[in-house]
């Protein structure tokens, strides 16, 4: 079964860090480009971060930059997303995403709907 599995969210004070995980089974995530998107209540689901499948070219929504790292690991067929500084408004269930192929990360990143595969998302709760 084709699946990504993602672990790490929780809660954490203004200021802190996390680190979301997510496995690929099924599949082989090098050869994919990958994303971590964001859904908080009342608003649409917004591309975080995205990565190439072709190089180590990526791609940060403005409120994230400096902040949020996005890599993988293709020995261990993992997608991580480090974030650092966290704010309240980083609130939202956060969802590791790929997709076949080499797509240019800023179009995987804007098209909130196009990844092949999705996680089953991770909550992520920053207090003030």
């Known amino acids: 079964q084709r699946q990504l599995v993602e672990s790490g969210g929780g809660l954490v004070q203004s200021g802190g860090s996390l680190r979301l995980s997510c496995a690929a089974s099924g599949f082989t995530l090098a050869y994919y480009t990958i994303g971590w998107f964001r859904q908080a209540p009342g608003k649409e689901r917004e591309g975080v971060s995205c990565g190439s499948a072709a190089d180590d070219t990526t791609f940060y929504t403005d409120s994230v930059k400096g902040r949020f790292t996005i890599s993988r690991d293709n020995a261990k067929n993992t997608m991580y997303l480090q974030m650092n500084s966290l704010n309240p408004e980083d609130t939202a269930v956060y969802y590791c995403?790929?997709?076949?192929?080499?797509?240019?990360?800023?179009?995987?990143?804007?098209?909130?709907?196009?990844?092949?595969?999705w996680g089953q998302g991770a909550q992520v709760t920053v207090s003030s």
């Open positions: 995403a790929a997709r076949a192929g080499v797509t240019p990360v800023q179009e995987l990143c804007a098209l909130t709907y196009a990844a092949d595969f």
